[in-house]
C-alpha cells in the first residue's frame, strides 16, 4: 500500500467521522434550544403560588396552576388504572400463549393504535363516553389517556417478558405449578424491572397530551371534585393560556410548560435508572 492510499483513507476517515459528529450535534441542538428556551422563558414565574394556587382572572398578577396539576395526576392515575392492567395482562397472554393467527392480530393492532394520532383517539373518546353522558369529564379524559397507554405498556412489557430465561418457567412447571400462576408469579415477576420502565415511559408520554383532553376533560379554570364534570389539566391550561392575549397567562404558560418538562425528564431519567438497575 503506497503512501498516498493511505493518506485517502486518512482523509476519507477524518470526513467521516466529521459528518457523523455533525449528525450528532444536530440531534442534540433542538433538545438544547428547546431546554434553554423554556427555562429562559417560564423559570421566573415558578415559585409556590404557582403550585398552591389556581389561576388568576384576566389582568390580575399571579396565580398558578394547582388545579391543572392535580387534574392531571387524577387523570395520569384513572388511565394507568385502566391502561396498566389491559397492557400486562395483555403481553402476558401474547407471551405465553399466543402464537397462533389471533396473537399475530392482536400485535398488528397494537403497532397501528400506537401511531394513531392522539386527537384521533380523543374524538373516539368523545364519541364513546362525551356524547352519551352529555357532558365533559375526567372520566372520558382519563379513557382516552388509558387508549394510548395500552398499546405502549403492551408491547414494552412482551418485550421484557419474552427475555426471561425459559428455564425459569420450565423449572415452575416442572414442580406441578399451573402455566398461568407460573406467568404471574415466575415470568412476570422476573421481568418486572422492565415492566416499571414501560410504565414510566408510558406514563411519561401521555403526561403531556393535550388532544385528547380537549375533546374530553375540556378544562377548568377552578377546582373540579367530580370524575363526571370537566377538570383541568396541565396541558390543556398550557395550551389555553399560550393562545390567550394576557401577558400574565402567558408567563403561567411558560411556567407550565417549564414544570411538564422536568417531569417528564424526570420520568424518562426513573425510566432508565430502573432499567439500568436491572442490568447492574
Given at each position: 500500500?503506497?503512501?498516498?492510499?493511505?493518506?485517502?483513507?486518512?482523509?476519507?476517515?477524518?470526513?467521516?467521522?466529521?459528518?457523523?459528529?455533525?449528525?450528532?450535534?444536530?440531534?442534540?441542538?433542538?433538545?438544547?434550544?428547546?431546554?434553554?428556551?423554556?427555562?429562559?422563558?417560564?423559570?421566573?414565574?415558578?415559585?409556590?403560588?404557582?403550585?398552591?394556587?389556581?389561576?388568576?382572572?384576566?389582568?390580575?398578577?399571579?396565580?398558578?396552576?394547582?388545579?391543572?396539576?392535580?387534574?392531571?395526576?387524577?387523570?395520569?392515575?384513572?388511565?394507568?388504572?385502566?391502561?396498566?392492567?389491559?397492557?400486562?395482562?395483555?403481553?402476558?397472554?401474547?407471551?405465553?400463549?399466543?402464537?397462533?393467527?389471533?396473537?399475530?392480530?392482536?400485535?398488528?393492532?397494537?403497532?397501528?393504535?400506537?401511531?394513531?394520532?392522539?386527537?384521533?383517539?380523543?374524538?373516539?373518546?368523545?364519541?364513546?363516553?362525551?356524547?352519551?353522558?352529555?357532558?365533559?369529564?375526567?372520566?372520558?379524559?382519563?379513557?382516552?389517556?388509558?387508549?394510548?397507554?395500552?398499546?405502549?405498556?403492551?408491547?414494552?412489557?412482551?418485550?421484557?417478558?419474552?427475555?426471561?430465561?425459559?428455564?425459569?418457567?420450565?423449572?415452575?412447571?416442572?414442580?406441578?405449578?399451573?402455566?398461568?400462576?407460573?406467568?404471574?408469579?415466575?415470568?412476570?415477576?422476573?421481568?418486572?424491572?422492565?415492566?416499571?420502565?414501560?410504565?414510566?415511559?408510558?406514563?411519561?408520554?401521555?403526561?403531556?397530551?393535550?388532544?385528547?383532553?380537549?375533546?374530553?376533560?375540556?378544562?377548568?379554570?377552578?377546582?373540579?371534585?367530580?370524575?363526571?364534570?370537566?377538570?383541568?389539566?396541565?396541558?390543556?391550561?398550557?395550551?389555553?393560556?399560550?393562545?390567550?392575549?394576557?401577558?400574565?397567562?402567558?408567563?403561567?404558560?411558560?411556567?407550565?410548560?417549564?414544570?411538564?418538562?422536568?417531569?417528564?425528564?424526570?420520568?424518562?431519567?426513573?425510566?432508565?435508572?430502573?432499567?439500568?438497575?436491572k442490568h447492574s
Amino acid at each position: 500500500m503506497n503512501l498516498r492510499s493511505i493518506a485517502a483513507r486518512k482523509a476519507s476517515n477524518l470526513v467521516a467521522t466529521a459528518l457523523m459528529g455533525t449528525a450528532t450535534v444536530l440531534v442534540l441542538l433542538p433538545l438544547v434550544i428547546i431546554f434553554y428556551h423554556i427555562i429562559k422563558m417560564g423559570v421566573s414565574s415558578v415559585n409556590p403560588a404557582f403550585f398552591t394556587n389556581i389561576p388568576q382572572p384576566p389582568g390580575e398578577a399571579g396565580g398558578g396552576m394547582a388545579n391543572g396539576i392535580a387534574g392531571s395526576a387524577i387523570m395520569i392515575g384513572m388511565a394507568s388504572l385502566l391502561g396498566l392492567p389491559v397492557g400486562i395482562f395483555g403481553a402476558v397472554y401474547l407471551t405465553e400463549y399466543g402464537n397462533g393467527k389471533l396473537a399475530t392480530a392482536i400485535r398488528f393492532c397494537a403497532d397501528v393504535l400506537s401511531g394513531i394520532p392522539s386527537i384521533i383517539t380523543g374524538m373516539v373518546a368523545y364519541s364513546m363516553l362525551v356524547v352519551p353522558l352529555k357532558g365533559f369529564s375526567a372520566l372520558a379524559g382519563s379513557f382516552a389517556l388509558s387508549l394510548i397507554m395500552v398499546p405502549i405498556v403492551l408491547r414494552t412489557t412482551e418485550e421484557q417478558l419474552k427475555m426471561v430465561p425459559a428455564t425459569l418457567r420450565e423449572a415452575s412447571l416442572a414442580l406441578g405449578v399451573p402455566l398461568w400462576r407460573t406467568s404471574i408469579k415466575v415470568t412476570l415477576r422476573s421481568a418486572m424491572t422492565g415492566v416499571i420502565t414501560g410504565v414510566l415511559l408510558a406514563i411519561a408520554r401521555v403526561a403531556g397530551e393535550t388532544a385528547p383532553l380537549l375533546f374530553t376533560a375540556l378544562g377548568n379554570h377552578f377546582w373540579s371534585k367530580k370524575l363526571t364534570e370537566p377538570m383541568a389539566a396541565l396541558p390543556l391550561q398550557i395550551f389555553n393560556f399560550a393562545i390567550s392575549p394576557y401577558e400574565d397567562w402567558h408567563r403561567l404558560a411558560w411556567a407550565g410548560a417549564l414544570v411538564l418538562v422536568v417531569l417528564m425528564f424526570g420520568l424518562s431519567l426513573a425510566a432508565r435508572w430502573v432499567g439500568r438497575s436491572k442490568h447492574s
